[in-house]
């Protein structure tokens, strides 16, 4: 409402008593012509016309079956953001660095595009339909083509957030536009839509933004490039097609001839940075003609800074700077405005990000200094209890989290039983496989109702694993109870935790970098891929598998009854060992009558199941983008992939009655060591030196800083992620 009334003002009231020059506007310098359109609208508009905008880049692609389909590429807020190498993540907001080349290539293509403004569209269907129109009006586009067109301005859009939409396999189909919808049904509307958006970046988001959408592309039924440019009167929220359920204001088609795919992409790149310009949107939100527009890019020009080839590297990203100009400084005639002393110096890095974005990103991470006693956690408070209850309780009520929640219990309760039995042998049994269930229930259970992060996983690991072996080494050859000594490591460790927190330690992890994260990431996986393979090499050694094979054993391995002195040849099925020795007096005789020695059958049905259960969970996680089956089997199937392998596989084992090696869990519920000791423990036991409990700060310090970078980090890539 607040965007048609503003239009509508527009065009029914005329502009306030501005007077311009009387000088035609071909004379007129591009920023003073800029500055006219600006003041003259928000005059008339009293300042309210200007939003926050959001410039999304999407590029045409084939899928698997030939069928046409939109990319997420890039995205322009302040500064531009791509999708880093491998595809799964986006780069740190970076300064655009484009060929002057882009530059005046799209300044011609403006000058020949069809320009649309202010259409009326309730569907993209009617939208496509006009921009079809006005390009075959404009006679860029036959009227034969026109189908053909329509249908690619109407492909699917492919996020870079999703995960669980994978391109349409029954061919090309229109992804609907939202009509408009009252405020009533606004926020309903938004519910539905809760899967099908990245809500995670809308959050960064100010609730003023609107969209402004670029789409390249290429088609080879086309003789010449064609282009587009559109401002819808009032905006519109498109499903799925942008990344975020807000409205679009502006778009941009724009389809060339094959074999130019790098050009097209840096001209959609020279769009959608003007568009992210504060001066340009401006422009373009006021435009009255092409003409304005021109004038805008021709201001955007002026203030274009060129590089010479070979005196930087391209590839190298320009972190923003600390202080950026203010797009007014520009429109202030003859005023040439004198460069930050930051900005003189080059800042750059792959994939580095400026102090201010990196700022606010730390800030809404909760990664930021606050500069009071307790002030973090005070802060995590703050901004967790508003989606505490009851969003954080009923958002976990549907099938993915179910999977989620089969998949966790399985991913807590096996490094507790395994990792418990083996600190049960490095402990002399003191803790063992039921402490280490009942640690990890209790504080799994409080951290993640707490602390907001239930997808992290609490419990042993290695290092733990060592240093509890130290501690235990540590206390026997200095006769110290180790139950008592513990306790009092566990008690400096949670007073040196909760100095971290009054001290707003965990800001310390917005210093971490990628490359940190990425390098823990590995460690961990290749930690996890060691110990299975090197489990799948210790039971190849304790049931190792027949070594050398005679070609003839397969005649050896036979079982006769022989009684009083014949042969009664192979036993029956119904000829047992008893019924031999006890019904014919005889004597069962063979290889075959001795029990067969199955320790193979353990190592390679153990392989199997090692083996299958990766490869089916793998099978079933790409389930998504397969052609079978509805979208809705398949991601559910993509869900489950993990229990589906698991219950497969132990399907398997049972069918084959082998006796494989199984996790042992305890059958009672009490210590380990019960006869010694019961679930409290005495901190000072009789006979215990005054000086053990000032000497457990010393390795209680070790484990605070193994536990804070372990946790520290596990959460921050859950979180990025």
Known sequence: MENAQRYATLEEEPAPAYEAPNVELTDVPPNEKVRWIVQ?????????????????????????????????????????????????????????SLSLHSLFELRSCILSAAVVLDVDATSIEDLADKLVAALVEKGDLT????????????????????????????GVRPACL???????????????????????????????????????????????????????REA?????VTAVPLPTRFIMYFLGTTGEEERYHELGRAWSTIMADPVFKKVAYFSRSRDDMLAGLDEFLDQVVVLPPGEWDPAIRIAPPSSPRKGEDRLTVNAQAPMPSKEKAAAGGHGGGGD?????????????????????????????????????????????????????????IAPAITFGGLMGDKTGNYMSTMEMILASALCGCIYSLTAGQPLTILGATGPML??????????????????SFRVWIGLWTALFCIILVLT?????????????????????????????????????????????????????????????????????????????????????????????????DVFFLSFIEFFGTFLIAFVLKMMRNMPYFPTKVRSIIADFAVIIAIICMVGLDVAYGINTPKLLVPEKFQPTRHQDRGWFINPVPAGMAPWVPLAAAVPALLAVILVFMDQQITALIVNRR
């Open 40 to 96: 003259e609208s928000e005059l008339g508009q009293g300042g309210s016309g200007e939003r926050d905008l959001l410039t999304e880049m999407q590029e045409l692609r084939r899928n698997s079956h030939g069928q046409p389909e939109w990319k997420e590429t890039g995205r322009w807020v302040k500064y531009e953001e791509s999708i880093e190498w491998g595809g799964d993540k986006w780069s740190k907001p970076h300064v655009a």
């Open 143 to 170: 009227a034969e083509r026109s189908a053909e067109v329509k249908q690619i301005f109407l492909a699917k859009h492919n996020h870079q957030y999703q995960t669980a939409n994978p391109p349409d396999r029954q």
């Open 178 to 232: 939202r009509p408009n919808l009252s405020p009533g049904h606004a926020a309903a509307a938004n519910a539905k839509m809760e899967a099908t958006h990245d809500h995670k970046f809308l959050r960064k988001l100010s609730k003023n933004t609107e969209v402004a959408e670029v789409l390249i592309g290429d088609a080879d039924f086309l003789e010449r490039p064609i282009m587009v440019i559109a401002r819808l």
């Open 236 to 240: 519109r929220v498109f499903d799925n």
């Open 356 to 412: 201010g974005e990196e700022e606010e990103s730390l800030h809404h991470a909760g990664l930021k200094r606050s500069g009071r006693w307790f002030g973090g956690l005070v802060d995590d408070i703050k901004r967790r209890a508003p989606h505490y209850c009851p969003s954080d309780f009923k958002d976990a009520l549907n099938l993915q989290s179910l999977a989620s929640i089969i998949f966790i219990y399985f991913a807590c």
């Open 466 to 483: 060592v240093f509890e072996e130290i501690v235990y080494s540590f206390t026997q050859e200095n006769d110290i109870p180790y139950m």
């Open 504 to 600: 707003d330690a965990s800001a310390l992890v917005g210093l971490f970098t990628r490359f940190t994260e990425e390098t823990f990431s590995i460690l961990i996986s290749f930690i996890f891929i060691y110990e299975a393979i090197m489990k799948i090499h210790k039971l190849g050694e304790k049931y190792p598998p027949l070594g050398k094979w005679k070609t003839n054993y397969t005649l050896e391995y036979n079982c006769s009854c022989i009684a009083d002195n014949e042969t009664m040849g192979l036993m029956p099925s119904d000829l047992t060992y008893s019924t031999c020795s006890n019904d014919f007096n005889g004597t069962a005789v063979g290889k075959g009558c001795a029990p067969i020695d199955k320790s193979g």
